[in-house]
């Protein structure tokens, strides 16, 4: 039976497998920029609004499973060198809270640089790592059915089976469950909408 075959970590508190590292880092100290929106110098409230790369648009920007690593992220179009480092938000924000309604978990992203705000390389990078972190039997018990832990099972399992070589599906699966299997294998990054509960992650 498959669900002989779930793992989930047995004690402490889980921790994250995937390195900071992987999306280009910025070299040197980054401001959000003084004029525009953001800018002191408006007056009047402004809507926060995410970078046009990270908004749920018609077609998404980006080619990425969100059960893979941030260096597997290819653009569907040309975007500039320097996309990485500019603001994942205008007005720029110092951290970001994002939901989903499959998670039962708030992923909280904050920049890289102390005292900097949120890039577009901070947004993917967070996911990922959030998304990495293996789950307790604990927390799979969350899930309030039994059609939805069976669900979530088969998401680890075809998740594992997507490893390249058999060696690689094992160590996977001795791994566990990790939270993007509650995603349900819909784990494609569509984009981010902004609502007073939080930034709503979008699966395309």
Not at 62 to 70: E, F, R, V
Not at 102 to 108: D, K, V
Not at 134 to 146: D, K, Y
Not at 147 to 156: G, P, R, T
Request: hydrophobic content about 35%; overall charge positive.
């Amino acid at each position: 039976m498959p669900g002989k075959r779930v793992r989930f970590e047995t004690g402490g508190t889980p921790s994250p497998t995937f390195s900071s590292s992987t999306l280009p880092s910025s070299p040197g100290p980054v401001t959000p920029p003084p004029l525009g929106i953001g800018s002191p110098y408006h007056t009047a409230p402004l809507p926060i609004v995410a970078h046009t790369v990270l908004a749920v648009p018609q077609t998404p920007f980006w080619n990425w499973d969100m059960s893979y690593p941030t260096q597997t992220i290819t653009p569907r179009t040309n975007l500039p060198s320097d996309i990485w480092t500019q603001a994942a938000t205008q007005p720029a924000v110092g951290s970001m809270d994002i939901i989903c309604k499959f998670l039962p978990w708030r992923i909280t992203i904050y920049p890289r640089l102390q005292g900097s705000y949120v890039t577009v390389a901070d947004v993917f990078d967070g996911l990922h790592r959030a998304l990495s972190i293996s789950v307790t039997a604990a927390e799979f018990e969350l899930l309030p059915t039994a059609d939805e832990k069976h669900a979530v099972n088969n998401a680890f399992l075809r998740r594992c089976k997507r490893r390249s070589t058999y060696a690689l599906q094992v160590s996977e699966q001795k791994s566990g469950i990790r939270r993007v299997d509650f995603l349900r294998g819909r784990s494609e990054f569509g984009g981010l909408e902004y609502s007073k509960e939080g930034w709503k992650l979008v699966l395309s």
